[in-house]
């Protein structure tokens, strides 16, 4: 019987934790034509909630919709090319008349799509043979536009979008949005800082130009529910106290909590009660298991980014770090040091920023420094 506490992407409406006003709210949206900013920071499940929205059948049999994770692109090639194979693979199970369609449109890398024995279509383009990216994406949004269905299009981690080094981007994407009407969007981003400045900032194209959707954490009552009701129907119990204490140590971040409670649901025999004396061994044994990785990690940061980093998880919730009292607290440099230090750290994802707080992003990380006595008392 399947652990109920998936820690891999979303697998289904059954393992899927309640969410019902976001995903009402999020559905509403779109079948009224909205594009939505959807942020919150990472690891609270707003991909999931894409998927679950995604999995409605009203949107499965009315809507193509195209999930788009653009977090290991580096450039408008990467971003072309992480878009066109998801389209690609999304329309593939839909139909020969569906991807052919897609295919005739996509004229400026048609040669490069390779085809099985079975006639299948593969998005065999590799990365750096999109030799003009601006003219292929015109082809992908032309696609969009003509589809036999309308289509949703969520983009995940856009606002990876910033780090391009290419001012034009951003308005070249807002027009396309803009001109597409057979197409809405979801821009997905997990740092609060860059998708306010995209989406708030009067100065910047999409200003003004996408319906904002900030998603919380769950609440601890609905998650409390769900994690008796998964265990009970897998004749186990759990004592709700555990959900608590989770709740509370991870700072009510959904991935977390639930790769302990992975842990412990199959840690519980069948016709035992999972109790909070089991919590901080399930802990330790995840934290044991990327113990070399955090090792190896801590290594390679560069001494002043190891030291904002090590200061930053002491604190917790870290905030005015560039001010005299951090610096002088952790014997760092000096404020402009910091703020060097700081985004690099940031850009690796090694801390998160929300509204002006600074948290090492990883809390197994800050578990892993804690056992090791590497932060300062």
């Known amino acids: 019987m399947r652990n109920p506490f998936v820690t891999n992407g979303y697998a289904g409406a059954e393992y899927f934790c309640d969410r019902v006003e976001e995903t009402g709210d999020l559905r509403s949206l779109l079948t009224n034509e909205h594009n939505v900013a959807l942020i ?3 690891r609270l499940g707003k991909t999931e909630l894409i998927s679950h929205v995604f999995d409605c059948e009203e949107f ?17 090639s990467d971003f072309v090319n992480i878009l066109g194979k998801s389209v690609l693979d999304t329309l593939k199970p839909k139909g020969r008349a569906a991807w052919e369609k897609f295919l005739g449109a996509i004229s400026s890398i048609r040669p490069e799509i390779s085809f099985d024995i079975n006639g299948q279509p593969s998005w065999s383009v590799g ?9 292929t994406l015109d082809e992908i949004f032309s696609y969009l536009q003509s589809a036999d269905r309308p289509c949703i299009v969520a983009i995940d981690e856009f606002q990876q979008i910033t780090k391009y080094g290419d001012a034009t981007i951003e308005a070249a994407i807002r027009t396309y949005v803009q001109q597409t009407t057979n197409a809405h969007f979801i821009f997905s981003g997990s740092h609060r800082h860059l998708m306010d400045g995209i989406f708030t900032s009067p100065s910047r194209p999409f ?34 106290d555990v959900v608590g204490i989770l709740y509370s140590r991870f700072d009510a971040v959904t991935s977390y909590i639930h790769r302990v409670l992975n842990v412990l649901f199959s840690r519980t025999d069948t ?3 999972c109790s909070t004396d089991m919590i901080d061994e399930a802990i330790d044994f995840i934290v044991r298991l990327s113990s070399d990785t ?15 980093f090590l200061a930053i998880a002491s604190e917790r919730n870290a905030r005015e770090i ?9 014997g760092l440099l000096s404020s402009s040091s910091v703020s060097s230090a700081v985004k690099g750290l940031l850009d690796k994802d090694f801390i998160t920023n929300d509204l002006g707080s600074y948290s090492v ?10 056992n090791r006595g590497m932060l300062h008392r």
Do not use: H
């Not at 560039?322 to 952790?330: A, L, P, Q």
């Open 40 to 42: 919150s920071p990472r």
């Open 60 to 76: 499965k049999e009315s809507y193509y919709c195209f999930l788009v994770d653009i977090y290991a692109s580096k450039n408008l």
């Open 127 to 135: 990365l750096g043979e999109i030799r003009n990216p601006a003219a």
């Open 207 to 240: 200003y003004q130009g996408v319906t904002i959707m900030n998603l919380k954490p769950l609440s601890l009552q609905k998650y409390t529910e769900f994690a008796i009701e998964k265990f009970s129907e897998r004749g186990k119990s759990i004592d709700p």
């Open 271 to 273: 016709g035992e009660k």
């Open 294 to 308: 955090y090792e190896s990690l801590l290594y390679q940061m560069p001494v002043k980014q190891r030291d904002v």
């Open 322 to 330: 560039s001010g005299s009292r951090f610096v002088k607290k952790y």
């Open 361 to 370: 992003y990883d809390k197994f990380f800050l578990l892993w420094l804690e």
